[in-house]
């Protein structure tokens, strides 16, 4: 009933920092960041909740903790059946989650207490819990990261990311991102709709942008 733990390997993230950018360069023209990313406290817990639309998104997450998250490491939730298969995510910070058993979910949720206690790591969830397309009208977004919270205590940053995969002047497409508003512990708790309110209004922020204005953002 254990969880699987993040392993973190420093020789296993050079050679997953390595592979990533060739694959990366390989697939897509461009990253780019619109706006700015919230102001963070070196002792705030963070937890990043971007959408789910893709194979690429773990991916487009590490690459995206180069950039704006350099002084923290990386735990990502990932389903399993996915890690066990995968067994190397675990060394670059991947841990599992079994949604078909409750008692595997409560210890995935005390571990990622754990990890949150430390302010030197930060927690990726997919509040959806599965791949959804990118222009879907909004969201499916499930009520887990209240649970996460919950038991994480009332220190808790929760920051929406949205990622959108754009086709435009390059033969290759490019990546966007952009950051929704910071919640706090109790917004979460409190007013659940708005914090999924504010992940769709990111999302389609994106969504409603020209190709031109994209390539304007923070490049990464």
């Keep these: ?38 102001e963070l406290h070196e002792i705030e817990k963070l ?3 971007p959408n789910h639309f893709s194979w690429w998104d773990g991916f487009f ?13 990386l735990h990502l939730l990932m389903l399993e059946s996915q890690l066990k298969r995968y067994w190397f995510f675990a060394k670059v ?10 008692k595997k979910i409560i210890n995935t949720i005390s571990y990622t207490s754990e990890i949150l206690n430390d302010p030197k790591n930060f ?17 499916n977004v499930k009520k887990g990261i209240v649970k996460v919270i919950e038991k ?10 949205a990622f959108k995969i754009v086709y435009g ?8 991102s952009a950051c929704g508003k910071k919640f706090d512990s109790a917004a979460i708790k409190d007013s659940f709709e708005e914090y999924v309110s504010e992940m769709n209004r990111t999302l389609k922020m994106l969504s409603g942008m020209n190709y031109s204005d994209y390539t304007n953002g923070i490049s990464y």
Aim: net charge neutral; aromatic share 14%.
């Design 93 to 102: 910070g991947a841990y599992s989650i079994d949604p078909a058993n409750p």
């Design 169 to 176: 002047e390059e033969m290759k497409p490019a990546v966007f």
């Design 1 to 38: 009933m254990s969880v699987i733990k993040a392993a973190h390997s420093p020789w296993a993230e050079m050679l997953f920092d390595i592979y990533i950018t060739r694959l990366m360069n390989k697939n897509f023209s461009g990253f780019y960041h619109f706006g700015g990313f919230p």
């Design 47 to 49: 937890v990043i909740t």
């Design 152 to 161: 994480s205590g009332e220190d808790v940053a929760v920051v929406p990311v």
């Design 123 to 139: 927690v990726v969830i997919y509040p959806q819990g599965e791949i959804e397309p990118q222009d879907a009208e909004r969201m």
């Design 61 to 73: 997450m590490y690459r995206y903790k180069q950039k704006f998250l350099t002084r923290r490491k």
